[in-house]
């Protein structure tokens, strides 16, 4: 088996969790590579040596016929793993070494018996829809995210306009800071916090909410992800942010952002006991109030 790993620093907390891993990985007859700073960090902060020649440091350096690639660390970790793998289709484990994580829900006491399953090839393959955004010119060498584009302002001072359309129809011109397309993984993250609806993974929805609408009556917005959804930006600036994830870019008024579904999926291994409701009972406390 060939397993790359991903990962960022973290702290004292999770350190035994770490070495756990590595010892298991070392039982085992498995190829790893490791992302370079990561394996810096583990040399000088954690005091572990592992034994591995392969690192890697860019995108171009994640071979195709990896089997599996490990995230380390939260769902932040998650996405900067998607930006790595793009569309070469190795399925991503997620290993949580922090708190909240919907993409990296796998927790530091359950790391040895999802070893376990992987080896003994118990689980299963779940594929997420991403979005892809064009403009021109691209202002991502990347133009892809699992979780949701958002468009927002650049300054602090003023309400921007984002004019939306779906398949060329005028659907809403948007006053507030700004407008996030949500894919149904992203309905967990920014888009909940800005009062969105959460999305099963498979629904094939775009998620459109507003950022602190100047109208109370404008309210998210669920459709297809067939659909075509274009943005125009108007604002007492000339310019104005576009994020990917955990990316981020400027643009100016005189650029249209198009949005679509991607032409591939992010894939993520799951475990057997793993489920989509228990992962939100847990993550969001659900059911934590005594009388229920």
Known sequence: MKIA???????????????????????????????????EFLQKEVNIMPEYDNLFSNPQDIKEDMDVMFSIGGDGTFLET??????????????NSGRLGFLANISRE?????LDALFSE??????RTLLKLESNPEIFDFPYALNELTVQKSETASMIVIHAYVNGEYLNSY?????IIATPTGSTAYSL???????????NNFIITPLSPHTLTVRPLIVSDDNIISLKVDGRSDNFLASLDSRAASFDSSMELIIKKAC???????????????????????GIDKRN
């Open 193 to 203: 916090s800005a009062g969105g609806p959460i999305v099963m993974p498979n629904s």
């Open 5 to 39: 790993i991903y990962g960022r620093s973290f702290n004292e907390n999770f350190y035994d969790s770490i070495k756990e891993l590595f010892n298991k990985l070392n039982k085992k007859n498995v190829n790893v590579s490791i992302y370079k700073p990561f394996y």
């Open 82 to 95: 998607v930006s790595f793998i793009k569309n070469k289709n190795i399925p991503i484990i997620g290993i």
């Open 175 to 179: 006053w507030g800071d700004g407008l």
């Open 264 to 286: 591939f999926t992010t894939k993520i291994i799951k475990f057997h006991e793993q489920d989509y409701f228990s992962t939100l009972r847990n993550k969001l406390m659900w």
């Open 110 to 114: 359950n790391i040895s018996q999802s």
């Open 122 to 127: 118990k689980y299963k393959i779940e594929e």
